[in-house]
């Protein structure tokens, strides 16, 4: 089991910045492919960002390309979302996803093994 805590959600104006973290428990970290996902209000769950369980390689979003960037810290169990120039439409609940030497361009939510409770993210404009 892995258990996932997000933290770092809140409320920004269009063009802020915000950093997720994304704690995790349990099984070896190291081994586990992270992603974000996020969920907006009337909308299926969608593919944020995901980094491989190695740390080398990541993957985005074409709608966050450029503006988010995701990395971990495997010594501190932890993986970060950095989101700047933030939009109004990047406002919906984030959420840290786990999969077990996954690959980063799995980006189905279905996929992914394990979920955080999620953190709810509001940009106005």
């Known amino acids: 089991q892995v258990q996932l805590v997000e933290s770092g959600g809140g409320s920004v104006q269009a063009g802020g910045s915000l950093r997720l973290s994304c704690a995790a428990s349990?099984?070896?970290?190291?081994?586990?492919?992270m992603g974000w996902f996020r969920q907006a209000p009337g909308k299926e769950r969608e593919f944020v960002a995901a980094?491989?369980?190695?740390?080398?390689?990541?993957n985005y979003a074409d709608s966050v390309k450029g503006r988010f960037t995701i990395s971990r810290d495997n010594a501190k169990n932890t993986v970060y979302l950095q989101m700047n120039s933030m939009k109004p439409e990047d406002t919906a609940v984030y959420y840290c996803?786990?999969?077990?030497?996954?690959?980063?361009?799995?980006?189905?939510?279905?996929?992914?093994?394990?979920w955080g409770q999620g953190t709810q993210v509001t940009v106005s404009s």
């Open positions: 980094i491989k369980w190695s740390g080398g390689s990541t």
């Open positions: 349990g099984r070896i970290f190291s081994t586990y492919t």
């Open positions: 996803a786990a999969k077990y030497l996954g690959s980063i361009v799995t980006t189905t939510a279905n996929m992914y093994d394990y």
